[in-house]
T-cell receptor, first 116, second 114 residues
Framework: GAVVSQHPSRVICKSGTSVKIECRSL??????MFWYRQFPKQSLMLMAT?????????EQGVEKDKFLINHASLTLSTLTVTSAHPEDSSFYIC????????????FGPGTRLLVL | AQSVTQLGSHVSVSEGALVLLRCNYS??????LFWYVQYPNQGLQLLLK??????LVKGINGFEAEFKKSETSFHLTKPSAHMSDAAEYFC????????????FGTGTRLQVTL
């Protein structure tokens, strides 16, 4: 149990376009979802925390107008990278937890974004 | 503020040898601690977690970790390395008062040689 999927697994886009990444909890309802960014050979950096039905909470330094997060249901959160630029190229990973607090985060397989 | 330090960005062991990956944490409140493994181009898989119960935690794939409050450590061990253990390992800490928000260490790449 506790499977999280991401789609697409890999995306290449042109500079200036927008890209949407989906994160789904397949066999549980996720009260909270998290979005991370990972640069090559580096650790995961939390971008934002989203709770179903409310606005996402962004970490310091993350542009909320550039990285739009929607958590419309208990099984789906989306991250839209707007007007993508080459420096946005990265590995984006989502995670989901059933409850806030001590519940374990279950991670998706990640989405590799390459902006040309 | 929480932080995690993983000593050694790269560890190499022989197959069958002991695996020891080090993690030290800093937290102003009793922490929850986690070890995750990441295989190339994949997300993270939970190996084990400490949530204030037993200090010696057993996880999947034969890994275990011991929470030592006096040393602020949560080192990951496995008695006998297998080739399939080669991966990136991340230690993470959660402040129990902030809704599962995780702070990750910089990771340790484990190489297993014949």
């Amino acid at each position: 149990g506790a499977v999280v999927s991401q789609h697409p697994s890999r995306v290449i886009c042109k500079s200036g376009t927008s890209v949407k990444i989906e994160c789904r909890s397949l066999d549980f309802q996720a009260t909270t979802m998290f979005w991370y960014r990972q640069f090559p050979k580096q650790s995961l950096m939390l971008m934002a925390t989203s709770n179903e039905g409310s606005k996402a909470t962004y970490e310091q330094g993350v542009e909320k107008d550039k990285f739009l997060i929607n958590h419309a249901s208990l099984t789906l959160s989306t991250l839209t990278v707007t007007s993508a630029h080459p420096e946005d190229s990265s590995f984006y990973i989502c995670s989901a937890s059933r409850l806030a607090g001590i519940e374990t985060q279950y991670f998706g397989p990640g989405t590799r974004l390459l902006v040309l | 503020a929480q932080s995690v330090t993983q000593l050694g960005s790269h560890v190499s062991v022989s197959e069958g040898a002991l695996v020891l990956l080090r993690c030290n944490y800093s937290s102003s409140v009793p922490p929850y601690l986690f070890w995750y493994v990441q295989y190339p181009n994949q997300g993270l898989q939970l190996l084990l977690k400490y949530t204030s119960a037993a200090t010696l935690v057993k996880g999947i794939n034969g890994f275990e970790a011991e929470f030592k409050k006096s040393e602020t450590s949560f080192h990951l061990t496995k008695p006998s390395a297998h080739m399939s253990d080669a991966a990136e390992y991340f230690c993470a800490v959660s402040d129990t008062g902030t809704a599962s928000k995780l702070t990750f260490g910089t990771g340790t790449r484990l190489q297993v040689t014949l």
